[in-house]
């Protein structure tokens, strides 16, 4: 998915099939990758998801059935009672596992967190957070490399994301202790095989040639 990293944990050939399952559908990948950040009610994250409440609902069951998440607290709402709930599972697999997973989970999954990344980057835009600090990061770095290039990309990606989260976990550990607010901070993470220059170009044409159609039309 969206993020993996190497594992040295006897877990090299398999795949959490609770796992597979419960990310089987691209609105419990979002549903995940929330709970994962903060505690969240179905209610919330159908305002927040912008998806009815009942499928919204329904795919909460769904993750706590397979463990994936545990329910924290409950609070009156209007003569209800609204559950919140955080995540017991990471929304990411490892390397080993990725490779492990149906082909026909990939795209939904890896969809489902790329729209989260825009939805997360539209907002920062709007609410004029992207480029509030001066040394905010951001890169477009396209080129060519051979397979031992790629080899060591991959690993730099997955280094730099290991020392991510450790950043993170030490951050949440002061943060704590001094009791500050924190400042929301994300970083986007990819590596990608793109499309060739031939591929670029042939789609290109295809664009062109699709937008004079449209004029004679």
Not at 18 to 27: E, G, I, T, Y
Not at 53 to 82: N, W
Request: with cysteine.
């Amino acid at each position: 998915m969206a993020a993996k990293t190497k594992t040295k944990t006897k877990k090299q050939t398999g795949v959490d099939q609770r796992l597979v399952k419960a990310l089987a559908h691209p609105l419990r990948v979002q549903i995940l990758m929330i709970l994962n950040e903060r505690m969240a009610s179905p209610n919330e994250l159908s305002k927040e998801l912008e998806e009815g409440l009942s499928q919204v609902s329904y795919h909460v069951k769904v993750l706590k059935d397979f463990e994936c998440i545990e329910m924290v607290k409950t609070e009156p709402r209007r003569g209800a009672v609204e559950h919140y709930y955080r995540a017991t599972a990471r929304a990411f697999f490892t390397d080993a596992e990725y490779q492990h997973l149906p082909d026909s989970i990939k795209p939904g999954a890896t969809a489902a967190v790329f729209r989260m990344m825009m939805e997360d980057v539209s907002g920062a835009l709007q609410g004029g957070t992207f480029t509030a600090r001066d040394d905010m990061h951001l890169s477009w770095t396209p080129g060519v490399v051979d397979e031992q290039g790629w080899d060591e990309s991959v690993e730099l990606v997955n280094e730099t994301l290991e020392q991510l989260i450790k950043i993170h976990s030490g951050s949440a550990k002061r943060l704590a202790k001094s009791g500050e607010e924190g400042i929301p901070a994300t970083a986007v993470l990819m590596n990608f095989e793109g499309l060739s220059a031939e591929a670029k170009s042939t789609k290109g044409v295809r664009k062109a040639k699709g937008k004079k159609a449209a004029k004679r039309v």
